[in-house]
């Protein structure tokens, strides 16, 4: 692996900071208190190419390597501390390469063109209200209707329902199939026969959350994604990309929080000196920035993993995948929260206020520690899966 970037990867890397600084981070407070994103900003990301940056050129998109997308990804979370932008772009760039790679022609033309172009919603539907990492109690069914999908069911905690509705698009969905399996369905949120509901999360407020409820909707065949019964793979390959990109958000915003702490205490005094004279704000600066470090590299190397062992073929390299991406998506949760929890701690009285910005990062932050693209727990599962042996899962 080359720890050094391309001229064309530390451009790009240049250019996507340069928009978070001039685009992102002058509209993150109306991002969060209007709750969307506003069409300005989709345009700007699109006119870059940062929505679905993996998709093939010929759909609209760049065709850009994962480690490509995790630079990009810790640029938008960094850019934007409220999370919101990053959770739109990791989905777009997540689901839009899962689209792309098992989609069929017709389905990528049809939906990927409008992704790319900032012009539709791509997501992934897939928790339901029992549950979101229990698949084997699912209850959303998609029944074989002539050349279609008769869909029936409730998903849960979906991101960008409202979304979906107001600019066009929809989610890959996940179903029970006929004869055992899952398929793996995209299904436009303007189908009739669907209902939504939205949900008031604590942060990352200028993406919605919420509910979808299918009332036998009807599904061409055409959005069928690869092969009958084999949806659970194509799931689970989406959400090993996705996961890389939510750690490399992390990064970012990570990097921001220590930023304004470091500029913080340089300049505020205490008892005739600055903050930063002081060993105890000196030493908790240094484990911070070694945490941040060292999980950045991690997630580098996840994403570099995906581009060296993509996730097909005879699956040599799969666990050696699962575990990188695993623990990244583990930890990089957990090192971002604490470094803007200690900074908020450092700014003291004032950190507590929305005028510091650093509570819009620790209600973002917080959705990856609780659930989304994977809890916590999930990500020890997989790893004490890969460690020990599919026999010491605890769940059959």
Not at 166 to 172: E, F, I, K, P, S
Request: hydrophobic share 40%; net charge negative.
């Amino acid at each position: 692996m080359e720890f050094r970037l391309s001229d064309e990867e530390r451009a790009f890397q240049e250019a996507v900071r340069r928009f978070g600084d001039r685009v992102l981070r002058p509209n993150e407070r109306r991002i969060d208190s209007e709750g969307r994103i506003p069409s300005e900003v989709l345009s700007a990301m699109a006119d870059l190419g940062l929505l679905a940056m993996p998709v093939p050129e010929e759909f609209g998109g760049m065709g850009a390597s994962a480690v490509l997308t995790e630079l990009a990804a810790e640029e938008v979370g960094r850019g934007d501390f409220s999370m919101a932008t990053a959770v739109f772009f990791l989905l777009e760039a997540g689901w839009g390469h899962v689209l792309a790679r098992h989609g069929t022609d017709e389905a990528k033309r049809e939906v990927l063109p409008a992704v790319t172009g900032g012009k539709a919603f791509l997501g992934i539907a897939t928790t339901e209200p029992t549950g979101g990492s229990d698949l084997g109690a699912m209850r959303t069914t998609a029944r074989r209707n002539g050349d279609g999908f008769r869909l029936r069911g409730e998903k849960a905690f979906v991101s960008g329902v409202e979304e979906a509705k107001r600019l066009g698009g929809g989610h890959l969905t996940l179903a029970k199939a006929d004869g055992g399996g899952f398929d793996f369905l995209y299904v436009p949120t303007g189908s009739p026969g669907i209902a939504t509901q939205r949900f008031e999360n604590m942060g990352r407020m200028g993406i919605s959350t919420g509910g979808l409820a299918y009332a036998d909707v009807e599904v061409p065949g055409r959005y069928l994604l690869g092969l009958e019964r084999k949806g659970f793979e194509y799931a689970m390959e989406g959400f090993t990309v996705a996961r890389t990109f939510v750690s490399a958000a992390c990064v970012g915003a990570a990097e921001r929080a220590l930023e304004a702490g470091t500029a913080y205490v340089r300049e505020r005094h205490a008892f005739g000196q600055p903050l930063g004279k002081f060993e105890a704000i000196q030493f908790e600066l240094a484990d911070l920035y070694s945490q941040v470090e060292a999980v950045k590299w991690q997630c580098r190397r996840a994403a570099w993993l995906l581009d060296e062992y993509p996730l097909k073929g005879d699956g040599s390299h799969r666990s050696e995948v699962d575990l990188a991406v695993a623990a990244v998506k583990l930890t990089a949760p957990q090192v971002a929260f604490e470094c803007v929890k200690r900074v908020m701690m450092w700014f003291g009285a004032a950190g507590y206020t929305k005028d510091a910005g650093l509570e819009l990062g620790l209600r973002g932050i917080m959705s990856y520690l609780v659930g989304a693209e994977g809890g916590l727990n999930i990500m020890r599962i997989i790893l004490g899966r890969e460690l020990l042996g599919k026999e010491f899962v605890p769940y059959k």
